[in-house]
């Protein structure tokens, strides 16, 4: 077990943190810290927080609908849900060009402005909040609700004081994941975004180019600093999931 | 919950292995290893193994390969064919992927393997100076060129959307930069002013590409008025019914895709590169649209050469431009994307 996570995962991080620092910590801070990057770092966060805050919305609303409601085709949907996984992303990407680039049929046009990069990543990562909440949905006595409505509690106040706390956790793992995979996401990327440096160039186009400039030590820095956000918001996301125990007791 | 927890942290971890799966495949790039035993073209010597850039994969596998089994030399020779970005493929054939023969976009990626000891020093040292196919970068316009665009300095002048690949990410996007800047430099530019003829077209493009073929699948799918791009993608995206026409620029530069074998390479390899050289073969380059290095082939009806070609030697060669203008901290190509930047910033 040991041996195993420490050949999967640990050795490339710790491998990634290493190569990063190779040269001394001066060289790492000259890498991330150069103005394209930062723009770069700059555009991938922000966008992935919009992104996980409209999944953290949606998500609970999709997942709630899948619970609670019954409709004809709901088997569908559901198993529709796990698709943006299963797509290759590059094909996500020319479908996503296709359906809001210029010759849109919606008469949308987003392609290769930050807006694209948004929608692209709001596909991608669907499924992780739907998923994180739909259990915590299911197991969710709705005893619990009843009682609080004979008690003369309104909806609102019933979402805020019972299922709320409940599903918190389910919300904040499912963010967490989404974010994470927000901040890494390139296939998806990479025919939408507009990849003009300074604008529309994320942090993953980036590193692909710093790649392609033979400057691997940089690219590992960058990646250094897209794992320190994530591991940042998974200890923020700890936190909150602390909250919820508390509230479920 | 602890249940949820471990198996959320289990998970994010995996996403984020995307990421660590990329610089870990770049540190084996980094420590250069050079796989002796990978390298070798096998003992068999009627396999090559062939590494190359993407564009040409229907030139090598529907025309030059059949062509070469049917030769004396080539009979019984078998390929293992592996195409993918330029920069890529070479990495890969420095961290040990096997190749008998190999064929990139740009000079650089031969020079890697040169610098790794897995290409010989004098690969240059042949009648095409380690060149085996020609090109030009030209101007691709939407059908019947409804703008009228004949030069890169129209794009200006007519202030139209362009389409050209981002030159971090995709070393074939090189050529265009500098046929702009050598263009600008011929037309009797200073260098400054030339780089601010490359700063001012790089800021009417909406879109910069990963690559020259995902600058082409923009173009197409509605992306721009015009697309910078090899004269054979031109013909390419003809070939494969897609509605575009190109211009060639009077003034434009002369691109010049390398090959050459490796040091422990089969026969063979050797063998399907002077093919390669043959009149037959360049003839089948030509159809498939790149341009024969050997000059008395090239068909003028077909390949018109510009009137004013530069090469890329004019600027110091690749070695040179690459430092110069390609750095990404002190190139000034990093420096002109900056200042675009910071002046849209806000």
């Known amino acids: 077990m040991v041996t195993y996570l420490s050949l999967i995962v640990l050795l490339p991080l710790a491998a990634i943190a290493s190569k990063a620092f190779s040269d001394g910590f001066g060289t790492f801070w000259d890498a991330v810290s150069q103005p394209q990057a930062v723009a770069a770092l700059k555009l991938t966060v922000i966008c992935s927080l919009i992104v996980v805050a409209i ?14 409601d019954e409709f004809p085709g709901k088997g569908i949907v559901n198993s529709v849900i796990d698709l943006p996984f299963a797509l290759p992303t590059i094909v996500a990407s020319l479908t996503l060009l296709t359906l809001y680039g210029k010759d849109s049929p919606f008469g949308i046009d987003a392609a290769y402005t930050k807006a694209a ?51 918190a956790p389910g919300i904040a793992a499912g963010v967490a994941l989404a974010f994470a995979r927000a901040l890494g996401e390139f296939g998806a990327l990479v ?59 | 919950m602890s249940l949820s927890s471990s198996n959320k942290s289990k998970r994010s971890i995996q996403a984020l292995l995307l990421l660590a799966l990329i610089a870990f495949g770049a540190i084996v790039v980094g420590c250069g290893s050079s796989d002796d035993d990978g390298g070798s073209g096998g003992s068999g010597g009627d396999k090559v193994q062939l590494v190359a850039y993407s564009t040409p994969q229907t030139a090598y596998e529907e025309g030059l390969e059949p062509a070469f089994n049917e030769t004396d030399a080539g009979k019984g020779v078998s390929f293992s064919n592996s195409f993918g970005a330029s920069g890529d493929q070479s990495r890969a054939v420095e961290a040990g992927q096997p190749a008998g023969y190999v064929n990139f976009a740009l000079e650089t990626d031969v020079t890697r393997l040169v610098d790794s000891g ?170 498939q649209g790149y341009r024969p290095v050997n000059k008395s082939l090239v068909d003028e009806s077909k390949f018109p050469t510009p009137k004013d070609e530069f090469t890329i030697a004019e600027f110091g060669g690749w070695d040179k431009v690459a430092d110069e203008f390609f750095d990404d901290k002190t190139g000034s190509i990093a420096e002109v994307e900056k200042e675009l930047g910071v002046s849209t910033e806000g």
């Not at chain 1, 999709?62 to 619970?67: F, N, S, T, Y």
């Not at chain 2, 800021?203 to 197409?220: G, H, I, M, Y």
């Not at chain 2, 897609?242 to 063979?268: F, N, R």
């Open chain 2, 118 to 287: 897995q290409v010989s020093k004098d690969w240059q040292d042949n009648k095409y100076k380690g060149i085996v196919t020609n090109s030009v970068v030209s101007i691709v316009t939407r059908p019947g060129n409804p703008e009228g665009v004949k030069s890169f300095q129209d794009i200006i002048d007519k202030d139209l959307e362009v389409v050209t690949p981002n030159p971090f990410t995709s070393g074939g996007a090189r050529w265009n930069i500098m046929a702009i800047y050598g263009a600008a430099i011929h037309d009797g530019q200073t260098p400054d002013q030339a780089l601010d003829t490359v700063k001012q077209i790089l800021s009417q493009a909406p879109v910069q590409p990963a690559s020259a073929r995902d600058a082409l699948q923009a173009f197409v799918g509605g992306a721009g008025d015009v697309l910078i791009s090899y004269e054979n993608e031109a013909i390419a995206a003809q070939n494969a019914d897609q509605d575009v026409d190109y211009v060639v620029p009077d003034s434009t530069i002369l691109i010049e895709q390398p090959a050459a074998v490796t040091v422990d390479a089969p026969k063979s390899a050797t063998d399907f590169l002077d093919f390669l050289w043959s009149d037959e073969g360049q003839k089948i380059w030509a159809e």
């Open chain 1, 191 to 249: 025919l939408i975004s507009g990849n003009v440096p300074y604008k529309t160039e994320v942090a993953s186009v980036f590193i692909r180019g710093q790649i392609e400039s033979d400057n691997i030590v940089g690219a590992a820095a960058v990646s250094v600093v897209l794992l320190a956000v994530s591991m940042t918001l998974l200890a923020f996301v700890n936190l909150i999931q602390k909250w919820g125990l508390r509230h479920e007791r």
């Open chain 1, 117 to 167: 990069v948004v929608i692209a990543l709001l596909f991608v990562t669907l499924p992780f909040v739907v998923r994180a909440v739909q259990p915590l949905l299911l197991s969710l006595d709705r005893d619990m609700e009843s009682a609080a409505e004979s008690l003369g509690a309104g909806r609102a106040r019933i979402f805020r004081q019972i299922v709320f706390p409940n599903l």
């Open chain 1, 55 to 68: 999944n953290a919305v949606m998500g609970t609303l999709i997942a709630w609908v899948l619970v609670r």
